[in-house]
């Protein structure tokens, strides 16, 4: 079992930086590829980053490559969203997810298992 606490989100200008943390429980969080999806009024959820049990490979949609970066610290059981030059399209609700052990990294939200509750990005312009 693995739960999710997304932290970090708040309200910030256009062009300003936040940064998401997701802390982990459970011994099997450094065996689990880890993604960020976002979901705005509206919409429906999209794919935001992932990556890798070891962290060595990462993907990022394409709305945010260059501006977003993903990251993790398997000691302290924790995935982080670097959030750079945002815009006012980015203003959702970000949630982190968490594969089953052992599986690669994912751009689909359907193979992740396990979901945090959601932290608030607002974006002003």
């Known amino acids: 079992q693995v739960q999710l606490v997304e932290s970090g989100g708040g309200l910030v200008q256009a062009g300003g930086s936040l940064r998401l943390s997701c802390a982990a429980s459970g011994r099997t969080f450094s065996y689990a590829a880890m993604g960020w999806f976002r979901q705005a009024p509206g919409k429906e959820r999209e794919f935001v980053a992932a990556?890798?049990?070891?962290?060595?490979?990462?993907y990022a949609a394409d709305s945010v490559k260059g501006r977003f970066t993903i990251s993790r610290d398997n000691a302290r059981n924790t995935v982080y969203l670097q959030m750079n030059s945002l815009k006012p399209e980015d203003t959702a609700v970000y949630y982190c997810a968490a594969r089953s052990e052992y599986y690669r990294i994912s751009y689909y939200d359907y193979e992740y298992r396990y979901w945090g509750q959601g932290t608030q990005v607002t974006v002003s312009s």
């Open positions: 990556i890798s049990r070891d962290g060595d490979n990462t």
